[in-house]
């Protein structure tokens, strides 16, 4: 059994890890657990399961890596497992549809629901980009809707057959709305013993307004553990709300507005969450709250299909009456020229739109339009690439460009990492803890070099673990 770094290796997006078992190797080791079953799923000698299938974001150069090849034939692959919906985990699945995969695809449902929301949006911006520059668009809409017919939808903490003596199970991350963490057992050539990876996806950063805490897993051969904040702690729920709500507060009493780049997909509907409070319990000003992005309006919705993924307290407060994503103040605007007419509405508001890393989309316009007046205010509270206009934001450059014109930065910029979707150091490190020894090796990935490396080290030194930060094109023999 071999496992192959394609992606989220020494980088935080672009995730796509590769499983390749042996079929001779399974069928010896079911040889030696006096177990005749011929093992003939495929054609070929080998089986391939894929983790996620994810697009680079940040940098110019990221994103042109998306363009080049795999480095794996996207026909031999025979299945293929989602963690969950945010693009760097999923973007580049219809190009592997494009590129001859027809295996299997496994998500759980909302997962399947959001994707499909996440792929038909990036479909469209990759073929506006594309147009633009006199290229062909790197998958059609025909590529996502040929991987979309592909799926499957698996449930929570239920121990799957995939083939011969290789088994997997979905576990709640907590990240966003049917996340999982995946588990696969598959057995060892030398012994017939089984040996079992796990793969955390996107842990989440736990209490949330809406979701369940990290699934505990308590045994593991291997284990590839995210690590975008491995080097650094969050501030705690309390602090967090603390500071969202008086941020609030200050720029109301400048008149001003505060802009919010937010991920269409989870943080949105977290900080709808926090806000719903916040104003149900008269802590801030009532106050013009717009929600500027047709995908976060989407998905909110898909947020609504499944109350039965959020955790016990999100659920009480819905069966008493209490809705999340409609409160006095709110208003979505998922058409263009509702969009439009946001200027006309006088300060103070809230505006919160995409991207996330204002790498595209409406957040810009309300950046360009009030950046430059002191009395606005930027909140930042998604992790932000590198190469990311977001990320130059929060490094604290005063002059940047948008559209190719000059913006000077003059609002106030905060950063609140508490509201990170993203497990911190600490909670990383406690999720390992529940894992019982031995453990042969853990990897950390899904995390710039230096974050990757600081957990690396916590691991080795307090858990007594074999760890390392794997590189683009690693390959390691289980």
């Known amino acids: 059994m071999r496992l192959y770094f394609y992606g989220g290796a020494g980088e935080v997006t672009g995730v796509k890890y590769l499983l390749e078992i042996d079929k001779k190797d399974i069928c010896s080791a079911l040889t030696r657990l006096n177990k005749s079953k011929r093992v003939n799923d495929t054609n070929r000698d080998k089986i391939k399961i894929l983790?996620?299938?994810?697009?680079?974001?940040?940098?110019?150069?990221?994103?042109?890596?998306?363009?080049?090849?795999?480095?794996?034939?996207?026909?031999?692959?025979?299945?293929?497992?989602?963690?969950?919906?945010?693009?760097?985990?999923?973007?580049?699945?219809?190009?592997?549809?494009?590129?001859?995969?027809?295996?299997k695809v496994f998500m759980t449902s909302p997962t399947k629901d959001l994707v499909a929301l996440t792929l038909r949006d990036s479909q469209k911006i990759n073929e506006r980009e594309a147009q633009k520059k006199g290229m062909d668009p790197m998958y059609s809409e025909k590529d996502v809707e040929g991987f979309l017919g592909l799926i499957k939808t698996i449930k929570y903490g239920r121990k799957h057959k995939l083939t011969e003596n290789i088994y997997y199970k979905f576990n709640d991350a907590g990240h966003m709305l049917g996340s999982a963490i995946i588990e696969i057992w598959a057995p060892s050539t030398n012994s017939g013993q089984v040996v079992k990876i796990v793969f955390?996806?996107?842990?989440?950063?736990?209490?949330?307004?809406?979701?369940?805490?990290?699934?505990?897993?308590?045994?593991?051969?291997?284990?590839?553990?995210?690590?975008?904040?491995?080097?650094?702690?969050?501030?705690?729920?309390?602090?967090r709300k603390e500071h969202f709500e008086n941020l609030i507060e200050e720029t109301y009493s400048r008149k001003g507005?505060?802009?919010?780049?937010?991920?269409?997909?989870?943080?949105?509907?977290?900080?709808?969450?926090?806000?719903?409070?916040?104003?149900?319990?008269?802590?801030?000003?009532?106050?013009?709250?717009?929600?500027?992005?047709?995908?976060?309006?989407?998905?909110?919705?898909?947020?609504?299909?499944?109350?039965?993924?959020?955790?016990?307290?999100?659920?009480?407060?819905?069966?008493?009456?209490?809705?999340?994503?409609?409160?006095?103040?709110?208003?979505?605007?998922?058409?263009?020229e509702e969009s439009k007419t946001i200027e006309n509405i006088a300060a103070p508001k809230i505006i919160i739109a995409g991207s996330g890393m204002s790498t595209g989309g409406r957040i810009l316009y309300h950046e360009k339009r009030y950046l430059p007046d002191i009395k606005n205010s930027l909140l930042i509270s998604n992790y932000q690439v590198k190469g990311t206009l977001g990320r130059t934001l929060l490094d604290g450059e005063k002059h940047i460009k948008i559209f190719d014109e000059?913006?000077?930065?003059?609002?106030?910029?905060?950063?609140?990492?508490?509201?990170?979707?993203?497990?911190?150091?600490?909670?990383?490190?406690?999720?390992?803890?529940?894992?019982?020894?031995?453990?042969?090796?853990?990897?950390?990935?899904?995390?710039?070099?230096?974050?990757?490396?600081?957990?690396?080290?916590?691991?080795?030194?307090?858990?007594?673990?074999?760890?390392?930060?794997?590189?683009?094109g690693d390959v390691v023999d289980l």
């Open 51 to 103: 983790v996620d299938c994810g697009m680079l974001q940040g940098s110019k150069e990221m994103h042109d890596r998306n363009y080049e090849p795999f480095g794996f034939d996207a026909k031999e692959v025979d299945y293929l497992f989602i963690t969950h919906a945010h693009i760097d985990h999923v973007g580049l699945t219809p190009k592997l549809y494009k590129q001859g995969f027809r295996g």
């Open 406 to 472: 000059d913006v000077n930065v003059n609002a106030k910029v905060v950063s609140i990492q508490g509201y990170s979707a993203h497990a911190d150091q600490t909670t990383l490190y406690q999720w390992l803890k529940n894992f019982k020894k031995p453990i042969k090796h853990i990897w950390a990935v899904q995390g710039e070099t230096g974050p990757a490396e600081a957990l690396a080290i916590l691991i080795k030194d307090y858990l007594g673990v074999p760890a390392s930060v794997p590189k683009i």
């Open 257 to 336: 507005v505060l802009i919010i780049p937010a991920f269409a997909i989870e943080r949105t509907q977290e900080l709808l969450g926090e806000l719903n409070e916040l104003v149900e319990n008269c802590r801030i000003p009532r106050i013009p709250i717009f929600i500027d992005s047709p995908l976060a309006v989407k998905s909110t919705e898909v947020y609504r299909r499944y109350p039965e993924y959020f955790n016990k307290q999100a659920q009480e407060q819905i069966k008493n009456g209490d809705d999340f994503f409609r409160f006095p103040g709110l208003v979505y605007t998922p058409r263009a």
């Open 200 to 239: 955390s996806g996107d842990l989440g950063n736990a209490p949330t307004p809406l979701l369940n805490a990290p699934a505990i897993i308590k045994q593991a051969d291997y284990i590839l553990v995210e690590s975008a904040y491995g080097d650094r702690n969050h501030e705690n729920r309390q602090e």
